[in-house]
């Protein structure tokens, strides 16, 4: 048990990195439906490697990016009917998951880890592809913050001013689809959103400006993780959904306070 909490503990550490970057990076350019997108269609690249025997972070990572660079390129250019595109590329990335779920013999348990997630179950190779992530993230951020900064507020103008808006904003997309899948081991498929999505939604209520909001989410991300871990101990619950009660009681709370606009 205490493995599994030490495992658990580092887990919620390095997801709060990411939920703090990307969060707050989906947030300001209103991409959480995108995110979704890449987080429910991973679904396929599980039951592809299911059925073929692959391994499932492998495959599931290269799904997502897959999906990551396919988005990237309808989003930009049909700006127009991208949500109904999304959805589609939601629907049919869940249901190639589940076909090839159902052509490979056998029950498998350990489909539910993936769709609702246990942080508690984190194994050491989740937790070394964590940090590279992580690490992904922060070097990203550290060299590319006012580029992302700028694509955010005004891709019109960033590319007047010569930056290269179409490149960076397939970049954003492949380091959400990449944070995606280290997510979905500690949180699943599908419930992932909810916690990239309240943390940098509180933040942006109690800052100023996009690093703030940044270091404001990892804080917060790692509370609520603490937070549901110790609840889901003291009541036998299901650590993800206690997590998400969590992070949902101060989502409700920031309601009340007023929006400060983040620079």
């Known amino acids: 048990m205490l493995a599994l909490m030490e495992n658990a503990f580092i887990a919620s550490f390095l997801l709060s990195i990411a939920i703090g970057i990307i ?5 300001i ?13 991973s679904y396929g690249g599980i039951g592809i490697a ?20 396919i988005l990237a390129m309808i989003t930009y250019q049909y700006k127009e009917r991208s949500d109904t595109l999304i959805g589609v590329i939601w629907a ?10 159902d052509l490979t013999p056998g029950y498998h348990v350990d489909l539910m880890s993936f769709l609702f997630g246990d942080i508690l179950m984190v194994a050491d190779a989740d937790i070394l592809f ?19 900064l700028a694509i955010s ?3 019109d103008f960033a590319e007047i001013q010569g930056l290269r808006v179409k490149t960076i904003y397939t970049f954003l997309m492949i380091l959400m689809a990449l944070t995606v899948v280290m997510s979905i081991r500690s949180v699943g498929l599908i419930l992932v959103i909810a916690l990239f999505s309240i943390p940098p939604f509180v933040a942006e209520k109690l800052t100023t400006n996009l690093k703030h909001m940044m270091i404001v989410s990892m804080i917060l991300a790692f509370g609520f993780c603490l937070g549901g871990l110790f609840l889901s101990y003291q009541f ?12 949902a009681t101060f989502f409700f709370g920031s309601l009340f306070y007023k929006q400060k606009e983040v620079l």
């Open 23 to 27: 969060g707050s990076l989906m947030l």
């Open 92 to 101: 049919v990335g869940m249901s190639i998951g589940i076909i090839f779920t």
């Open 50 to 69: 299911i059925y073929f025997g692959f391994s499932i972070l492998l495959s599931t990572t290269l799904f997502a990016l897959f999906l990551a660079l």
């Open 153 to 155: 507020y005004d891709r």
């Open 130 to 148: 964590m940090v590279g992530v992580d690490l992904l993230l922060i070097v990203s951020i550290f060299f590319l913050y006012h580029r992302f």
């Open 236 to 247: 036998d619950l299901s650590t993800t959904p206690s997590i998400i009660i969590i992070a």
């Open 29 to 41: 350019n209103r991409s959480h439906f995108i995110a979704a997108s890449i987080a429910h269609g």
